[in-house]
């Protein structure tokens, strides 16, 4: 009965096929960069109209500097996928009351937020890891090798800072009617939380584990506060979205 809700948040995913096209759709997303960077030139070349016998000189970027452009792809666009993946996770059950039927069954608050915050945790984390994967395979194939432990820090500092957003993205979920609404205010949130940080000396906040994700891979950084934020961050938006979550829609 615990793992109840966790269960059938995978069987969900399994029917809808958001278990497939989640880690495709990133994957694809991490892939195209390396390779597109590769055939840059080419590209150029076929489409821009040049004139006879001129050369398009670019240069190769390094295998860190193709692997920095993943992760800003990653943080970008991969974001948008899994906060629009998870978009309908409670307005949509308010709707149909499913909520309601659970908290009708005296199932803890704290269960159905974990379980469900759970289900897409685990979710993001396998699908950066096979995107992260894709990206170094052919990063290695095209361009050059690379430090592999800098590599597993990236990846590592990416998943905490998806972490970060969709512990935010549940927090607001869980108390607006909309999951269009939660999406667009978490996405705000970051981008003038990052907006904020680029003025002032803010080096500590989680909101910072996006942009050391592509750092750590080129220089030295301080890790260590920016993830004991983060880990702050994720405990309270769980512990503020399970004791506020809304069971029912405003229009039931």
Known sequence: MRTAIFKQEWRESWSNKRLIWIPVALMLLAS???LTLYFLPDILASGGNLPDGAVIEIPTPTPQEVLVSVSEQLRQIGQLIILLSAMHTFSHERTNGT????????????????????????????????????????????????????????????MCHFIVQLSIFFF???????????????????????????????DWMPWMLGPLSGDVL??????????????????????????????MSYSA
């Open 32 to 34: 195209m960069q390396p």
């Open 99 to 158: 909520l309601v039927w659970l908290k009708s069954l005296q199932i803890p608050t704290s269960r159905i937020v974990i379980s469900k915050w759970g289900h897409y945790a685990l979710l993001t984390v396998g699908g950066l890891l096979l995107a992260q994967g894709a990206a170094a395979y052919y990063t290695v194939i095209l361009f050059d090798s690379f430090d592999w432990f800098d590599f597993l820090m990236s990846t590592a500092l990416l």
């Open 172 to 202: 607001i979920a869980a108390l607006l009617e909309s999951g269009v609404v939660a999406v667009v205010l978490t996405l705000g949130l970051h981008f003038v939380i990052s907006l904020v940080i680029g003025w002032v000396d803010l």
């Open 218 to 247: 080129l220089t030295d950084v301080h890790l260590v506060w920016p993830i004991v934020t983060g880990l702050i961050v994720v405990i309270t938006s769980l512990y503020f979205a399970s004791k506020h979550l809304r069971f």
